[in-house]
């Protein structure tokens, strides 16, 4: 089973969002981001890349073989980088609300104000291990 989720940068128009397949549950994702991904160039990094099946500690692999099928351990996983799936159906989405955010994903992540904040059905979320699934 998979918990899906948003993961956004927020930009002068809105909401810079991809979506992200697995371990969307706070106590995982927050966490995740708030330690690997905490700095505006790192978010805006990692949004570029457009949907994932996960997210790591690594970005970019150190092997050749990295893919889908053979990801290589603590490497993020991203549909058109390692599925070879089209850009146009993976490309990061724009919202102009968090409302229109919220819509879209039970599980949202925001960097913003140089900062990540989680979100969990539009509510901001303030103990992430309360949902662990």
Not at 63 to 77: A, I, K, L
Request: glycine share 6%; aromatic share 16%; hydrophobic share 30%.
């Amino acid at each position: 089973m998979s918990t899906h989720c948003g993961i956004a940068v927020k930009t002068e128009s809105g909401y810079k969002t991809i979506y992200c397949h697995n371990d969307g549950y706070t106590g995982y994702m927050l966490p995740m981001l708030t330690d690997n991904y905490n700095s505006e160039e790192l978010a805006s990094k990692l949004v570029s890349m457009g949907d994932a099946s996960s997210i790591n500690k690594e970005f970019e692999p150190t092997s050749m073989d990295h893919s889908f099928d053979r990801p290589e351990e603590g490497v993020c996983v991203f549909y058109v980088r390692d599925r070879k799936e089209s850009w146009l159906a993976n490309s990061p989405q724009s919202y102009s609300t968090k409302k229109d955010l919220f819509k879209q994903f039970w599980y949202t992540y925001i960097f913003e104000n140089g900062e990540w904040k989680a979100y969990a059905g539009g509510k901001r979320v303030t103990d992430p291990v309360k949902y662990k699934y």
